[in-house]
């Protein structure tokens, strides 16, 4: 198997567009006690 290593990387200059241009996100109460899932997706974006 091949490894490939980048010569250069983006810098990051702040938030992403697409997070500047919408809307502020209500607020969400926070998960308590023992919660279950059949899949969960952590991370997406």
């Known amino acids: 198997m091949r490894s490939l290593t980048a010569k250069r990387i983006p810098v990051f200059t ?4 697409w997070r500047v241009i919408l809307p502020a996100r209500p607020t969400r109460p926070a998960v308590t006690g023992q919660q279950g899932c059949d899949i969960a997706i952590i991370g997406a974006g």
Do not use: V
């Open 14 to 17: 702040g938030p992403a567009g």
